[in-house]
């Protein structure tokens, strides 16, 4: 494994007044956009670190402790959630962040930040609610986000929303790269737009350096720890991950160096590798592209044609085949077909009575509902509040109202 180099000195800014030195394309705090509400600064957290906390003390960050990615909650308490796939995805992008000089407190809170928006049993609810919306602009996981930290959360006197700064807002929205133009047959998702028309948010440029860390950081995460959930899971073995070019190496170097190792060690060990890996081959492309790039400051990576933080080709290769096989062995997996089936089930049921009948929402909704001039408006409520379920309440839900004898009938 080829060793990364440190980020020259030279690009280097003079340290900030608690020590830390930056990159000079880092995305300093002190030079923020600022909030769409205004608020005092504090004297005790920096801008975005106040981001994180307010994204770690949501109610939304909280749920995602029972939201799945692949399994359903009670499958099994060993496989990853919505709340722990984030904190490791945190995890990465600030050990990147650290070691490219970038604002680590940034890249942290669009990592814990980037999955708020997800439905109740992963991308089967996703597409549940967006055929349920589509005459209404669907639904995107990152635009319910978006609708998360500027409308859902309730919790602050002064504000909808987290309220959170320009440079966290846009590189949640933009963590996978510019939003303008839109892909061939697609338009602006609804929040997004709105808020952009509101608070521009330079939707045709390259997200910040801290953006583009936290969302290659999901990635790194989500290809080697669903291998992890999968061999947990009896949905493959090892021996059918052995001919792919990125885990095959590190699966034999790390059954020669400890022989007879026990399967749950193994594994671990393999999957951490593959994040080394993944992660040397990251900064080291990264580096190479700052500099044939002239990457100098935070504006020369909005400016640049190309994202600056990425993989290299071959790594590139290596993951979209490592995909294909997660996809094929994985995801459509029949035991895993089955529950994303009925999940698909739980949540057209829920959306078709609340609907049809929003008397049987919380008095709360209910009035949020009643607020709503048209169709769409409500409906869109509607997803709002079941996009916002853990995927055992969308459960107990579903059974308290259309499953006569269920032991939630009296919840």
Known sequence: MTEAKPVRTLSMTPPSPDGRVWASFATR???????????????????????????????????????????????????????????????????ISRFLGLEEDLAEAVALAHDLGHTPFGHAGEDALGECLAAFGGFDHNDQSLRIVTRLERRYAGFDGLNLTWEAVEGLVKHNGPLVPPRPGRTLPQTIAAVDAEWPLDLAAQPSAEAQVAALSDDIAYNNHDIDDGLRAGLFTLDDLIELPL????????????????????????????????????????RARIAADGIETADDVRAAGRAVVAFSETMR???????????????????????????????????????????????????????????????????????????????????????????DLRA
């Open 317 to 407: 290769d290596h993951d979209r085949r490592l995909r294909t096989f997660l996809r094929q062995r994985m995801y459509r997996h029949y035991k895993v077909n089955r529950m994303t089936s009925k999940a698909r089930r739980v949540v057209n049921d829920l959306y078709g009575l609340f609907t049809a009948e929003p008397e049987c929402l919380p008095p709360d909704w209910q009035a949020r509902v009643a607020a709503q001039a048209g169709e769409a408006g409500r409906a869109r409520v509607v997803a709002d509040y079941i996009a916002g379920m853990t995927d055992r309440f969308a459960l107990a839900e579903h059974g308290r109202l259309f499953v006569m004898n269920s032991p």
């Open 29 to 95: 705090p002190d030079a923020s956009r600022g909030r769409r509400i205004r608020e005092p600064e504090s004297p005790t957290r920096s801008p975005f670190q106040r981001d994180r906390d307010r994204v770690i003390h949501a109610g939304a960050f909280r749920r995602l402790q029972y939201k799945t990615q692949v399994f359903v909650y009670h499958e099994g308490d060993y496989f990853r959630t919505r709340l722990t796939h984030s904190l490791e995805v945190a995890q990465i992008a600030r050990s």
């Open 247 to 286: 885990v095959g190496p590190v699966a034999r170097d790390v059954l020669d160096a400890h022989p007879g190792l026990e399967l749950s060690r193994l594994v671990h060990e393999i999957v951490r590798r593959m994040i080394d890996a993944m992660v040397t081959d990251l900064l080291t492309e990264t």
